[in-house]
């Protein structure tokens, strides 16, 4: 018996890193866009974009603030059309605004028919000062509590203001001190970058509370700044993954590009295939 459990192990610890890698492998992080990379032709045609996003490859979008103008029949036609190309709305990014008293019931119920989950506010108008962004915390929490009876979440997506100390201390760390676990930080990568902060870094201080990342690269070149493709810039991609999927609890990542020498659907295309190379290797 003895002989058969030393054998057993043996055999068990040769076979234990390829589970280990196989477990990794499982995990697959969908990847979606932020539809205000394709504001234009949206604004034009918003089906006819969701058609070229589905059939690049996109898994998944993130209507921007006008989603919050659609009719009730305007938000069902486009969740039936995503249901139709088997892709998801992972998200809203949204003004501060909408998640007040007077307009969350509606955030909530075009949230829900579009399939959504995360109420991302991303634009807080802050007062200035501290108490400015404990006023934006408990706003937060106060969304968080009326949206958790109908299985949404609330977020807070970054810009440079968040990461630019405030009397010694980035706004960021205020709201993530001071907002409820289940309310997610939602990173956007290149005005993290931007404004000198590390993301891999941010990452790991918040573990599990960065359920989704923007993934917008950024040069210091002034000339270039956010217009550089994905993979073109400074961010290290890899060391941002690995942070994301071992301690962030990302599930979702979302494609992001104010600009680029590119058409909008062709940025996108040409990101998403980055994306792809960047994250498997």
């Given at each position: 018996?003895?002989?058969?459990?030393?054998?057993?192990?043996?055999?068990?610890?040769?076979?234990?890193?390829?589970?280990?890698?196989?477990?990794?492998?499982?995990?697959?992080?969908?990847?979606?866009?932020?539809?205000?990379?394709?504001?234009?032709?949206?604004?034009?045609?918003?089906?006819?974009?969701?058609?070229?996003?589905?059939?690049?490859?996109?898994?998944?979008?993130?209507?921007?603030?006008?989603?919050?103008?659609?009719?009730?029949?305007?938000?069902?036609?486009?969740?039936?059309?995503?249901?139709?190309?088997?892709?998801?709305?992972?998200?809203?990014?949204?003004?501060?605004?909408?998640?007040?008293?007077?307009?969350?019931n509606r955030a909530r119920d075009l949230n829900l028919i579009l399939g959504s989950h995360y109420v991302v506010v991303a634009?807080?108008?802050?007062?200035?000062?501290?108490?400015?962004?404990?006023?934006?915390?408990?706003?937060?929490?106060?969304?968080?509590?009326?949206?958790?009876?109908?299985?949404?979440?609330?977020?807070?997506?970054?810009?440079?203001?968040?990461?630019?100390?405030?009397?010694?201390?980035?706004?960021?760390?205020?709201?993530?001190?001071?907002?409820?676990?289940?309310?997610?930080?939602?990173?956007?990568?290149?005005?993290?970058?931007?404004?000198?902060?590390?993301p891999a870094a941010w990452i790991q201080a918040n573990p599990g509370r960065i359920r989704s990342l923007h993934l917008k690269?950024?040069?210091?070149?002034?000339?270039?700044?956010?217009?550089?493709?994905?993979?073109?810039?400074?961010?290290?991609?890899?060391?941002?993954?690995?942070?994301?999927?071992?301690?962030?609890?990302?599930?979702?990542?979302?494609?992001?590009?104010?600009?680029?020498?590119?058409?909008?659907?062709?940025?996108?295309?040409?990101?998403?295939?980055?994306?792809?190379?960047?994250?498997?290797?």
């Amino acid at each position: 018996m003895t002989h058969l459990s030393r054998r057993s192990f043996l055999a068990m610890s040769t076979l234990a890193p390829f589970a280990l890698r196989a477990g990794a492998a499982a995990k697959k992080i969908p990847a979606g866009i932020e539809m205000y990379s394709v504001r234009e032709e949206l604004q034009k045609d918003p089906e006819a974009t969701v058609r070229a996003i589905a059939k690049m490859g996109y898994e998944g979008v993130e209507f921007y603030a006008p989603y919050f103008e659609w009719s009730e029949g305007q938000t069902k036609k486009m969740r039936r059309l995503l249901d139709d190309l088997g892709i998801r709305c992972f998200s809203t990014h949204n003004d501060s605004s909408y998640v007040k008293a007077e307009n969350i019931n509606r955030a909530r119920d075009l949230n829900l028919i579009l399939g959504s989950h995360y109420v991302v506010v991303a634009s807080a108008q802050a007062k200035p000062g501290p108490d400015g962004w404990l006023a934006v915390a408990e706003l937060l929490n106060s969304a968080a509590d009326q949206l958790e009876a109908s299985g949404l979440k609330t977020g807070y997506h970054n810009h440079e203001t968040e990461f630019t100390a405030v009397d010694g201390q980035r706004p960021m760390e205020i709201l993530a001190k001071h907002t409820k676990p289940s309310v997610v930080l939602q990173l956007d990568v290149g005005t993290c970058l931007a404004a000198g902060s590390d993301p891999a870094a941010w990452i790991q201080a918040n573990p599990g509370r960065i359920r989704s990342l923007h993934l917008k690269d950024w040069s210091p070149d002034p000339a270039k700044g956010f217009k550089v493709l994905f993979g073109e810039g400074a961010a290290d991609w890899k060391g941002i993954f690995a942070a994301a999927e071992s301690s962030g609890g990302v599930e979702y990542y979302l494609l992001e590009q104010e600009g680029s020498r590119y058409s909008e659907l062709e940025t996108a295309q040409v990101c998403l295939k980055a994306f792809r190379a960047k994250h498997t290797s």
